[in-house]
Nanobody, 124 residues
Framework: QVQLVESGGGLVQAGGSLRLSCAAS????MGWFRQAPGKDREFVAA????????YYAESVKGRFAISRDSAKNTVYLRMNSLKSEDTAVYYC?????????????????????WGQGTQVTVSS
């Protein structure tokens, strides 16, 4: 059974940094999504199982970096220059049954397994 365990959320001041981790029980195409109060869940970043391709939402490009440690089956989301609008619950997700490419990696319907979510709060 595939499991995703997230960690690393917390409270940080605007301009600060956090790193989220998502440990999976296998190697899959992985994505990070977030959901702010009263808003729909939105795509943040994705990385293919080989780490050859990464994808970012325009709102985080240049500030966030997704990476993976294949030996540990762990995906990271490094978040720099955090803004109050980054405040949300962050979810990691795995595409278990298929590979994603291009725009498909940005679609939450691509992902079959979701983590429990971790809260990120950025104070201004």
């Amino acid at each position: 059974q595939v499991q995703l365990v997230e960690s690393g959320g917390g409270l940080v001041q605007a301009g600060g940094s956090l790193r989220l981790s998502c440990a999976a029980s296998g190697r899959y195409d992985m994505g990070w999504f977030r959901q702010a109060p009263g808003k729909d869940r939105e795509f943040v970043a994705a990385i293919t199982w080989s780490a050859r391709s990464t994808y970012y939402a325009e709102s985080v490009k240049g500030r966030f970096a997704i990476s993976r440690d294949s030996a540990k089956n762990t995906v990271y989301l490094r978040m720099n220059s955090l803004k109050s609008e980054d405040t949300a619950v962050y979810y990691c997700a795995a595409s278990i049954w298929s590979y994603c490419s291009g725009i498909g990696c940005r679609d939450e319907n691509q992902y079959d397994k979701w983590g429990q979510g971790t809260q990120v709060t950025v104070s201004s």
